[in-house]
């Protein structure tokens, strides 16, 4: 019983901490794009060359897309994760923060907003970045230790859980057979097979393996 009971609240502490990690995604990417967005109107009405204001700007546009990449993943947005499945996973969203808040942290002298003085905007500039840093890291190495699984409380969660890994599973085999126009279904050494809702032909190997840890 009591070793039940460290268990459960081993887990509760690990989705507190998830929950807690997913806020703090979510204000500092919210936070960085608004810094980024005042970069490109600071870059644009700026007086550098044209062409290194355009290269400028779209590396800036670069980084706002990719933060906005990490509010969609935060927000377990099904039509985003379909599209690019290695944020689905921790150990890829924590790269693409940890990408983010290495360039925002690079970035942020060229900042300089005049409502603020120069010591609260470093001020928030570092929480930002160093806080997107932490989080990407965390969930590297949580993902590498396999921890996610601990979140899943309920055989329910886990249920729906590996449903939705299932059909993000589906999802990319379909894609790889529209690319190489192949006509046969994917087998696997003829293991047994199984059919997803939409009609997608999923291995019982797959349906096991596709509970990624990460």
Not at 30 to 50: E, H, N, P, R, W
Request: glycine share 8%; net charge negative; proline share 1%.
């Amino acid at each position: 019983m009591e070793g039940g009971g460290e268990k459960k609240v081993g887990v509760r502490g690990v989705k507190l901490l998830v929950y807690v990690m997913k806020l703090a995604a979510v204000v500092t990417s919210v936070l960085v794009v608004a810094c980024y967005l005042f970069l490109i109107k600071q870059t644009v009405m700026g007086d550098s060359v044209i062409l290194a204001k355009v290269m400028n700007v779209l590396s800036q546009v670069f980084y706002v897309l990719f933060c906005i990449g990490v509010l969609l993943t935060e927000m377990n947005m099904e039509f985003f994760l379909f599209e690019f499945s290695f944020m689905y996973t921790w150990p890829g969203r924590g790269i693409v923060q940890i990408f983010i808040a290495v360039d925002f942290l690079d970035s942020k002298e060229q900042i300089n907003t005049q409502q603020l003085s120069s010591s609260t905007q470093d001020l928030i500039t570092e929480i930002c970045g160093y806080a997107l840093l932490t989080v990407g890291f965390m969930y590297l190495l949580m993902g590498v230790l396999c921890v996610r699984r601990l979140t899943d409380s309920t055989e329910d969660q886990r249920q729906r859980r590996l449903e939705f890994e299932k059909r993000l599973h589906s999802h990319q085999k379909k894609k790889v057979q529209k690319d190489t126009a192949a006509d046969e279904p994917y087998d696997d050494d003829g293991l047994g097979i199984d059919e997803t809702d939409d009609g997608m032909q999923v291995t019982k190997q797959d349906t096991e393996a596709i509970g990624v840890c990460w």
